[in-house]
């Protein structure tokens, strides 16, 4: 990514936004995990996505407008843990906690913006109108919720250190 960044730069190309999504998410029961696999899950769920910010950072403020946005994908997780995942649950809530650090550390000319996702595409398998049922809205999201989100973060230039919950109001419903 380095190189790819650097070589941007030098052919005159600048970026002014981006979006960061990784995940892992084994399931384990409590008891079950090792140091081997709980390093991996953080370390991918939340090492990566501050590396790849830490990377990006320089060239989001150099951006031509000075109003670049780097975005992170989260989920709902960090509103209700995952038990059967918690590893995974607690890295992104980590993730949740830098999104207001790095928009302090990044402000004024970089903005920060975390999305928690709700269902947007039930695993294979799945009960969609189970997943549904358990909404304010009666209905699972899809990609283009997600697209129209990351577009309103990155085209309010007021916006920095928030997460938006994209959920259909999932985390209002009681279990």
């Known amino acids: ?11 005159g190309w ?4 981006a979006v ?23 370390r991918m769920n939340l090492g990566f996505p501050f590396l790849c910010a ?4 320089p060239h989001l403020a150099q951006s031509p407008s000075g109003d670049a946005c780097l975005q992170f994908l989260l989920d709902t997780s960090l509103h209700h843990p995952w038990l059967k995942r918690l590893p995974y649950s607690a890295a992104k809530a980590g993730l949740a906690t830098l999104v ?6 990044l402000g004024p000319r970089v903005r920060v913006v ?3 996702l709700g269902t947007i595409l039930p695993p294979e398998g799945s009960d969609g109108g189970f997943l549904a049922e ?9 990609p283009a919720d997600l697209c129209r989100a990351v577009r309103y973060a ?10 938006l919950t994209l959920d259909g109001g999932r985390r209002w419903v009681d279990r």
């Open 1 to 11: 990514m380095m190189a790819d960044l650097e070589t941007l730069a030098s052919d």
């Open 134 to 142: 358990r909404t304010l809205l009666k209905r699972i999201g899809e």
């Open 14 to 17: 600048g970026i002014s936004g």
């Open 54 to 57: 830490q990377a990006l950072a």
């Open 100 to 105: 207001p650090g790095l928009a302090q550390l």
């Open 114 to 116: 975390g999305h928690a």
């Open 154 to 163: 990155a085209d309010s230039p007021f916006l920095t250190g928030e997460i």
């Open 20 to 42: 960061v999504l990784a995940g892992t998410f084994p399931e384990q029961p409590f008891g079950a995990w090792t140091a081997e696999s709980l390093d991996a899950a953080w």
